[in-house]
């Protein structure tokens, strides 16, 4: 396969321009800063990261992430985690790292507003995911504290890789309040978006509707996450484990 080092993969400085632009819908979206970007990946570069996204039965690190409550139901079921980049193809590292370069980074500041912030080469949490049929991601809060480096989580960043997704499969992105009484956002997971929002101890966010693609068919994305050293927002509870929430009954928004 060819090296998409000859390619583009993101147009950083396109972004970049963008910032500005974009700053004050995300700081007012709700239910809390967040924006969903259409074509983030260049065209040409979707199909090959698709193609190079490691299979469930590779010989790879695959994590199996499926904790379950303690009354023994599933949180996170059928969900392989990779966050060795080693282990992945020249195209996925290549994009890795321009979403780790200082270029990436200042975008996300003028994006954001949040300034000071830092990758994380061990991709804590982070990396390429993949759920299967039958999966699912409860609603949560991540992490705020990174257990290695002491830092402040402040930024995800989720990147998806699944072509004619069909509504009916399941697995779309919800953002939800932070009382856990609404959905303020659903996001179908398209190949070439990309959903980035501000991280804290009430940034609740999830797929829990089950997977329900076809057999030979996986839900892929991409996560990083992105820190600082202390947050001005001092009331946010420093954690270092997930936290899971149960869901009410109610209306969800339509699909985006």
């Not at 912030?117 to 990396?127: E, V």
């Not at 049929?133 to 990147?159: E, I, S």
Request: charged letters at 25%; a negative charge.
């Amino acid at each position: 396969m060819e090296s998409l080092r000859a390619l583009p993969i993101l147009d950083i400085e396109r972004l970049i321009g963008q910032a500005d632009q974009l700053k004050d819908q995300y700081g007012a979206a709700q239910p809390y800063p967040n924006i969903l970007l259409e074509r983030f990946i260049e065209a040409d570069a979707v199909q090959h990261l698709i193609e190079e996204f490691p299979s469930p039965e590779a010989s790879v690190s695959w994590r199996q992430l499926s904790p379950r409550s303690s009354s023994g139901e599933h949180w996170q079921h059928n969900k392989l985690g990779l966050c060795s980049v080693t282990e992945m193809g020249p195209s996925l590292r290549e994009l890795i790292l321009e979403m780790n370069s200082g270029s990436f980074i200042r975008f996300l500041e003028r994006l954001t507003g949040i300034t000071g912030l830092l990758p994380d080469p061990k991709l804590q949490g982070g990396g390429i995911h993949q759920v299967l049929p039958g999966g699912v991601l409860g609603v949560h809060a991540d992490f705020t504290r990174h257990r290695h480096y002491q830092l402040d989580r402040r930024v995800n960043v989720l990147v998806y890789l699944n072509p004619d997704w069909q509504d009916e499969w399941g697995g779309h992105l919800e953002l939800w309040d932070p009382d856990m009484q609404s959905c303020g956002r659903r996001i179908r997971p398209l190949a070439g978006r990309c959903v980035i929002f501000n991280t804290s101890d009430k940034s609740f966010h999830g797929h829990p509707e089950v997977v329900s693609c076809p057999a030979g068919h996986t839900r892929k994305s991409i996560a990083l996450y992105y820190y600082t050293r202390g947050r001005e927002d001092a009331d946010v509870e420093p954690t270092r484990a997930t936290e899971w929430q149960k869901l009410p009954e109610g209306l969800r928004p339509d699909l985006e």
